[in-house]
C-alpha cells in the first residue's frame, strides 16, 4: 500500500438475497460480512440506519457490505453509499462558508450516529497533499487522517461534495469514520455524534476528526508556545476552544 492511497485487500462478498436482505446484526449467523466484520447499524426511532458509535472496534475501520455482495440496495450495511439524504444548508459562518442542518418546515433533528455524507475529494500522497498546502494555504480543505499503516490525504477543492464545507469545532457535533466498501480505497464518512437540531451548524474537529484520544494529545502537543504567533486563530466560539487551529507538522 502506498502513503496517501491506502486500499485493503479485496474481500469476498456475502451471499444475501432478496429485498429484505438488510444484513443487520442479526444476520451474522447467515452473512458472511456481518460474520466477519460485524454490522453497527439499529435501526432508529426515524427509520433510518444509526450507527452504534460507542459499539464500533477502537482505531479499525467500518467495512460495508461492496459489490461482491449479493444483497439488497437497501441493504443496512451500505449505509454510507448512498450519498447525501439529510437536508444541508450552505451558509455564511464568521469562518466563511458552513454547512448547516436545514431549517425548512419540515426538518427534524437528527439523532446520534446518523451518517451525513462523505468528505470526497482527490487522494493525495503526503508530498502533493504538501505542495498544495504552500500554493494554497489559505484554502486549504485537505483532510488527513491516519490509518494503521499509512495516512491518506483527502483534498476536496477540485473534485469534492457537501463535506468540503463542515468546518472546524474544538467541540463538535460531528464525526469522521473511515469505511471501506467491502475492499478498494478507504473513503471518510461524517457521522453525527450528538443529536443535531434543525438550523444548527454542522461541525468537526479538524484536529482529531475520529475522535481519538491519543490524537488530541498530539495536536495539543504540536501547539508549542512559541509556534502560536503563526497559527490561525480558531473562530469555533466553543467553550472548550483552544484558541487555534489545529496543525500536526508530523502530517
Known amino acids: 500500500m502506498s502513503e496517501g492511497s491506502e486500499e485493503s485487500d479485496t474481500v469476498e462478498g456475502c451471499s444475501c438475497t432478496g429485498v429484505s436482505s438488510l444484513c443487520t446484526v442479526t444476520d451474522g449467523d447467515n452473512c458472511e460480512c456481518v460474520e466477519s466484520f460485524g454490522n453497527f447499524y439499529t435501526l432508529g426511532p426515524s ?16 467495512v460495508e457490505c461492496g459489490a461482491h455482495c449479493s444483497c439488497s ?16 444548508e450552505i451558509r455564511q459562518t464568521k469562518a466563511g462558508l458552513g454547512a448547516f442542518l436545514s431549517a425548512s418546515a419540515d426538518a427534524v433533528p437528527i ?24 500554493l494554497e ?19 476536496p477543492r477540485y473534485k469534492g461534495n457537501v463535506g468540503r464545507f463542515f468546518n472546524h469545532s474544538c467541540d463538535p457535533n460531528c464525526v469522521i469514520l473511515i469505511v471501506y466498501w467491502g475492499g478498494g480505497w478507504p473513503r471518510a464518512a461524517i457521522f453525527s455524534k450528538s443529536i443535531i437540531q434543525p438550523s444548527e451548524e454542522l461541525t468537526f474537529d479538524y484536529g482529531n476528526a475520529s475522535g481519538d484520544q491519543d490524537a488530541q494529545d498530539r495536536v495539543e502537543g504540536c501547539v508549542a508556545e512559541d509556534d502560536r504567533p503563526t497559527l490561525t486563530k480558531c473562530l469555533c466560539g466553543s467553550v472548550r476552544c483552544r484558541g487555534y487551529m489545529p496543525f500536526d507538522s508530523s502530517l
Request: aromatic share 10%.
Open 73 to 88: 440496495v437497501k441493504c443496512f450495511n451500505r449505509t454510507t453509499q448512498r450519498g447525501v439524504n439529510l437536508p444541508v
Open 47 to 62: 427509520g433510518h440506519p444509526i450507527l452504534n458509535l460507542d459499539a464500533v472496534p477502537y482505531r479499525l475501520p467500518l
Open 111 to 134: 439523532e446520534a450516529g446518523t451518517f451525513i455524507a462523505l468528505y470526497a475529494g482527490e487522494y493525495l500522497s503526503t508530498s502533493e497533499a504538501r505542495s498544495r498546502w504552500q
Open 137 to 155: 494555504s489559505k484554502d486549504n480543505y485537505t483532510l488527513s487522517l491516519r490509518l494503521a499503516n499509512a495516512i491518506i490525504h483527502i483534498d
